[in-house]
């Protein structure tokens, strides 16, 4: 007993030391130091974990979320593999009259080589909804932090605990330092199906063996033609991104949630004073600065929330300032959207105070030397 106490205190004492080392990494002024003494240890924090509230009820919260993801940056999300596009002029190919020859038909028809294709479904651009639900969560995972020792979730998806950080060009760096305060910490990632309990964010995302209470759709081109452009990058690269401000539209499904927890869901959208999000960072090359991409921006988006609705099946309803979202009812003014968003998160961040910490993504980013 003994034994474990003084381990306890030992852990707590490294933590407290380790909290204020990571504080300083956040503000940059051990990053040398630490790339000369070549690493540092992670620290072992418990995660709080309970069984799952039920899933075959309706108790709490139930309904969706008609959201918009707003690029302000060339936005792309793919799988990777390069291949070759063809890229069709419809209204060139239909003025084409009676049985036009190969070459006639070829000047509308431009084969691009080599290109790494922005994520279609049905043949349109289009966010995966497990693309948006990871970049949620993941944003979430990364903002809880310990507060005596105790931490409200695992590192499902954010990352494998900091051995070592990686040093500067080299890929994932960028990653650690928005997030050193959390990948510091050994926070293994939760195990239903052995052990029947979870963090809240596998509670309500899932997890292997646990249904999800959150469920996304894809958020398809919502904007209309033209929005696609390939852009050439250094060395070689070449990408099928979305053009600023272009919009994607999906929904979000939640249930059996409570107040604070929708909060939380916005906070993990970048929504904080309204329905409009933080610029936040999504898709590929979202890490580099503006001088890598030879002059072009990748990875800046908002959240938008457009509509809130009740599902008859909720048990709860939502009272603000003299009107009222009852189950069956929505919302779709966008001042009143603000005060709910605003109203929500304040609670969250009210029930779970010392346990967020908001970071700027991007302005980190825009902060970090250059690579
Ligand atoms: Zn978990």
Known sequence: MGLIARSGYLILREWKMAGSWLMEIMLGKRWRGLREC??????????????????????????????????????????????????IDEEGLKGLKGAPSLREVRRYVRFIAGVVPFNKVSGKPAIPGGTVKGNIRTRLELSFRSKNGVVRSCLLIASRPLDRPNPPRTSGWRHQRIWSHAIGEDRRACNFI????VCLLCDLFGSAGLSSLINFSDFLLTDGANRMEIVDLPYGMRLEAAKPGSVFTGIIEFRNLALEELGLLFLGMGLRGGRISDQVLMGRLKYHNVQTLGGKVFGRIRYRLNELALSRLSTESMKLDGWEIRPGGSLADEGRLDVLVKDLVDRSLKKFEGEIMLVDEVRVIDQLPRA
């Open 38 to 87: 070549g690493g540092m240890p992670s620290y072992r924090v418990n995660v709080l974990r309970n069984p799952p509230r039920r899933r075959d009820i309706c108790s709490g919260l139930t309904g969706r979320l008609e959201v918009s993801i707003v690029a302000e940056s060339y936005l792309h999300i793919g799988e990777g593999a390069q291949k070759s596009l063809v890229e």
């Open 194 to 197: 052995a052990e029947r309990k």
